[in-house]
């Protein structure tokens, strides 16, 4: 398995997996025609040809048969060409201590805090490649791009984990909130946001905070609680470092998890060294590769030995990364086993 | 007969006992001994005041059957609303969901605490009899503040408002303050409203929410006790209404009862009622029901009587109507249709 960016002839692969993803996958849309846009302007970004503000890095998990079994994206900056919306969840106190009266209300409060950090998004795995490292080699690839290149990139990553929804994909907290600023179902504001018009939706939202006891107690219970389908990607990122900071998504009240660069985990402990050839022993550890370019980005995971400042790598792995002896990769131990990373 | 006068201390038994009785959303009218006894003499020394402009003052009046001497019904008038300390209000605009974008355009009604009804003269402190509700009494015990206004102008203010009680149930829920009050105090509606009577008012309105409540964000119960009156606040409701006031967009913050207002200038008792000579006349001949006053402060009274009233010229009252008056012959009073 490699991880690589996307290129034009992934097309058909991409629009099979956003079909398995289905409508709630809205960074993923089944759509031929956005998804070759979405490619095009991925593979510019991969050229350096686009601001950092416009930067979108997609990438795709590709087996040995070069078949394309998942998909993660990396954005250059948020918030920079359109508003970028979140809640923040606060306090109110309301206090009368001569009437023993002490409430503690939690208030959303709007706010463009994000702006310009760097957010990782639509990873999805095909269901059937969900095992061994698969999950975690399609996450935390992305992290070590940004181990490699981090001017590109914000001082802090986000990730948007997606909120509570039902099957019908009706949100407790858009019902008591959104749906009386937008008069529309979540899923249709959840589509257009996809489609890009998030900001306009949520400059049709009050920009004074909100009580959250005035909202129904169904969604009150969600806010800042991630889907269950989206629990292994947000263990895999805490992991790394990823807290909640008590940021949430303005649609359906999902967590917003955050770190600084500097502070995770992969970015941290990678180091650049020089590939060796040999064979790792059956019991070596598993690291996390990056062939340390940028267009022909690859990263894969491997049984690896590092010995000063080299790493010993297998044959196949070298191939996989197009990378000779000598040169030099950017490595990380890859975490202990843990969940799959199935969609963030 | 029954006529109104000013309060005194003596009456603070007979005021208790009507605050007692009193609707929990009358909140100037607390059943504790002691704000009554403050709330009188302030009544008292605004009546002495030698006032220029409206301000703190407190004018309290009481409607005194003259045989007995039992105390029916009270009322107040407060001359200028934040003086002392703020008013606070809920307004209810609509909020302007805009997107060009996406071709949108709705409001969305939304309550937010507010002191835009400061600097107005507040009716208030309305209280009858259950027996006497709907009768010509409860109208001369409301309007008579409107007449002692016609009579001392530079006392009050350009407009008058009053906040009419709210929808509560028989055993003393209130949807409006289980949706909104409860959660920023904890406490039920009545005791909160028996805390607003015996606390500042304003004491507690400052613990609620300074940010604006979405109205579709309500449940709907709460959403209908918007602007809803109380069954036993709508009888000062219609007189207020007959006399020219408006609900405007302001409602209570406890129970969301509605505000009404009226400018001064243009309030039925006022702009209609006129002062006369009085002749004491043995016989009447009574060609229909008038509010009679005079123009007094301290000494200030109002009955209701069966007269002959003409277009001008003096006005003839029987030497009971006189007596309860505080008038003699060839003193003007002020005269209004009921």
Known sequence: MIVRPVALTDLPALLYLARCAGPGFTSLPANEERLAHRIRWAQRTFAGQVERADADYLFVLEDDDRQVVGISALTGAIGLREAWYNYRVGMTVSSAPALGIERRIPTLFLNNEMTGQSE???LYLHPEQRYAHNGRLLSLARLLFVAEFPQMFGEKLIAE??????????????????????KKDFSYADQLSGMGNKSFIAELMPRQPLYTCLLTEQAQAVIGKAHPNSEP?????NAEGFSHKGYIDIFDAGPVIEAAVSDIRT????????LSIGTPDAQAPFWLIHNRRLESCRVTSARAHQHGHSLLVDRLTAKRLQVQPGDTVRAVPLPKRGPQAVAA | MLALR?????????????????LVGVTSLPDDTERLRQKILASCASFEADVQSPGGESYLFVLQDQESGCLVGCSEILASTGCNEPFYSLRNRPFSSESRELNIQHGVPALSLCQDLSGQTLLRGFHIDAQRVRTSQSELLSRARLMFIAAHPRRFAESVITEIVGFSTEDGQS???????????????????????????TFLAELMPQYPIYVPMLPPAAQACIGRVHPDGQEAFDILEREGFETNSYVDLFDGGPTLHARTANIRSITLSRLAIARQSPEIDARGRFLVSNDGLGSYRAIVAELDVRADGPVGLSPDMLVA????????VRVVTL
């Open chain 2, 175 to 201: 949807p409006f303050w289980d949706a909104i009050g409860q959660h920023f105090f904890d406490l039920p509606y009545v005791e909160a409203e028996r805390l607003c009577g015996l606390q500042s008012r």
């Open chain 1, 267 to 274: 970015v941290r402990d990678s180091r650049a060294l020089t």
């Open chain 2, 325 to 332: 008056l505080g008038v003699t012959d060839g003193e003007p």
């Open chain 1, 120 to 122: 990782i998004c639509s």
């Open chain 1, 233 to 237: 990607a947000m263990r895999i990122l």
């Open chain 2, 6 to 22: 000013p309060v005194q201390l003596t009456d603070l038994p007979q005021l208790q006992r009507l605050a007692r009785e009193s």
């Open chain 1, 161 to 182: 984990l997606r909120g509570h929804a039902d099957e019908q994909g009706c949100s407790p907290f858009w019902d008591s909130l959104g749906r009386h600023f937008f």
